[in-house]
């Protein structure tokens, strides 16, 4: 058999593969949608019902609880009244059919239903619609106050719409996070660790570290090496972002950031602007992604107009609602102190 004869079968046999591939995925989610509409149609029968008694709080309660000991014997454990209770919200939530959306699956409608705000749960429904996240990203980045994190440097308007897509971001804040959340890396708290270190398991994690991240990040390289007459230099991660179009920098410094460090990320950003940048690009972005920081000491470190070098603080481990919302008052105090409608850094 000559070689023009073995190319041509096995892309014959890659095709039937990728046909057959197809046909699974889509036999998945035919069955994930038919089951989410069995627990939308279970929940809308169950609010017709409880609005026929007359004291509805009490009623309702009797009828899921009589209504799960029925289901159980035939159709097994899954039809909890946890479950029914789900299916109730499901529908209050998402009333009309065609709102419902057929690439989620029901894992990923439950974590929605647990959110009271529209606004939020709107932001969390598109962002998953378009990045294609699974149940479990999707968990995380509600875990991890996506949402709330982006509020602390946008307003909600602007948040929204770059999360449904009515315009393309023009500010790096509008996806940069402040904080950023890096509890994937497994590092304790208290634990002494080098910078080396913290990049390498970024690296290992990048698919991780790409989510948190944000929209539109591709990973171009790492120590970069920059040689400017007989100095050598090194960045420690290079991304470029398609939505901003520009390259993105990001120096790691695993203590509190000085003006040394930020003048460092400064030449850094200089450089791609006037080396790698294209004419038709957008400035070069620089992130420090340090341990802490000291806000006034970045704002006079930089130009009052500077849009391109950011200080972002990461923090080893999943935030909680309080501590999100405590930061979210306190950005938001600072705001109208300053008098801004952003902020910058």
């Known amino acids: 058999m000559s070689k023009q004869e073995i190319a041509l079968r096995n892309e014959f046999i890659s095709d039937i593969r990728n046909i057959i591939a197809d046909a699974k995925n889509s036999a998945v989610r035919s069955v994930d949608f038919q089951r989410v509409m069995m627990y939308w149609k279970m929940g809308e029968r169950i609010l017709v019902e409880e609005q026929q008694g007359k004291e509805r709080a009490e009623y309702g309660g009797y009828l899921l609880q009589n209504l799960a000991e029925r289901l159980k014997p035939e159709f097994g454990t899954g039809f909890s009244v946890r479950i029914l209770e789900q299916c109730r919200q499901f529908y209050r939530m998402y009333p009309i059919a065609n709102a419902v959306r057929s690439q989620f699956n029901w894992y990923q409608y439950r974590l929605l239903i647990q959110i009271d705000d529209d606004n939020k749960r709107e932001y969390y429904e598109y962002e998953t619609l378009h990045n294609h996240w699974t149940g479990r990203e999707l968990e995380r980045q509600i875990n991890s106050g996506l949402y709330e994190r982006l509020l602390m440097s946008n307003d909600k ?56 991240l944000g ?6 390289a790492r120590q970069k090496r920059l040689l400017l007459e ?37 030449m850094y950003v200089n450089y791609y602007d006037r080396k790698e940048k294209l004419p038709e690009e957008n400035p070069t972005i620089g992130i420090l992604l340090c341990a802490d920081k000291n806000n006034t000491l970045v704002k006079y470190s930089l130009p009052e107009d500077n849009k391109t070098v950011m200080a972002s603080k990461y ?13 979210l008052k306190r950005e938001l105090e600072n705001l109208k102190i300053n008098g801004r409608n952003f902020k910058n850094i």
């Open 157 to 212: 308007k602007a948040v929204l719409e770059v999360a449904r897509r009515e315009r393309i971001p023009e500010h790096p804040s509008e996806i940069i996070k402040d904080p950023m959340v890096l509890e994937f890396l497994g590092l304790k708290r208290e634990a002494a660790y080098y910078e080396k270190d913290l990049e390498n398991l970024l690296i290992t994690n990048l698919q991780t570290f790409l989510l948190e």
């Open 215 to 220: 929209n539109g990040f591709s990973f171009v």
């Open 315 to 327: 923090q080893l481990y999943l935030p909680s609602e309080k501590q999100l919302l405590n930061e």
């Open 230 to 266: 007989d100095d050598e230099f090194s960045i420690d991660l290079v991304f470029y972002n398609r939505l901003l179009r520009c390259f993105v920098l990001v120096e790691i410094k695993t203590r509190k950031i000085t003006h040394k460090d930020i003048g460092q990320l400064q």
